[in-house]
């Protein structure tokens, strides 16, 4: 079973167009799907448009069976779809709890479950559930970012480049929890490390100047010529 289903999709940013023609699949049995490839290559314009911010031109979106092409975006939050953004979008003057209460707004029967489940992922919020969102450190602003996606019961969670502007030691604890995340939900991932997002997938994508250039396993893919040669470097 498709999890999400693209086929054929072209974005545009008024007149000029970011993606051309582009199909992918996350399947039922996929723990990680990632998405690489250089700056500028549409990677969070395809992100953008699963999550409903964007409307595509052409092709067709589905999340779980159902076409969400038009969909606004709380109605894919809804289906099963959240993604954690680059921008971490916190509500700053809010506190940590008070954050992961505004990504339960679809499901608020189960608050208190889910913020204790996240609370014993990241103990640290805990100890700081109420202190302001934009007091924090750069590593516990990623933690309540991706705490608040799993508030909302996520089949399907999406990070774009979670490591971005993190240490090396806390781009691993990212990468770590990650991991640990696929073991319940399915995650697709863009990220800049691609020897790390394709070490953790079942299965990837390149994406280059708007376009899928090839797919394969993440093993095949992190073996492949296109990725050593371009992305490996050194």
């Given at each position: 079973m498709s999890l999400i289903d693209v086929d054929g999709l072209d974005v545009h940013y008024g007149e000029?167009?970011?993606?051309?023609d582009v199909s992918l699949e996350v399947r039922e049995d996929d723990s990680v799907v990632s998405i690489v490839g250089p700056n500028g290559a549409?990677?969070?314009?395809?992100?953008?448009?699963l999550s409903g911010i964007l409307t595509p031109t052409n092709g067709r979106v589905e999340v779980l069976g159902q076409d969400v092409t038009e969909a606004p975006s709380d109605d894919?939050?809804?289906?099963?779809?959240?993604?954690?953004?680059e921008e971490r979008n916190l509500f700053g003057d809010l506190s940590v709890e008070k954050n992961l209460r505004m990504g339960s707004f679809t499901k608020r029967e189960a608050f208190?479950?889910?913020r204790d489940m996240v609370f014993e992922m990241f103990p640290v919020l805990e100890e700081r559930r109420d202190q302001k969102a934009r007091t924090l450190s750069g590593g516990e602003q990623q933690m309540l970012a991706i705490g608040r996606g799993l508030m909302a019961e996520p089949k399907v969670l999406a990070f774009d480049e979670p490591s971005n502007a993190l240490a090396p030691q806390l781009a691993e604890q990212v990468f770590e929890t990650i991991e640990e995340i696929s073991d319940d939900v399915t995650v697709v991932l863009i990220e800049q490390h691609v020897?790390?997002?394709?070490?953790l997938?079942?299965?990837?994508y390149l994406l280059e100047n708007g376009r899928i250039q090839?797919?394969?396993t993440g093993e095949e893919l992190l073996h492949s010529d296109a990725i050593k040669e371009g992305y490996l470097r050194g």
């Open positions: 000029l167009q970011v993606l051309w549409g990677k969070t314009t395809l992100l953008k448009t894919i939050v809804e289906r099963g779809f959240v993604q954690v953004s208190e479950e889910n020897d790390r997002a394709l070490g997938a079942d299965r990837g090839t797919e394969g």
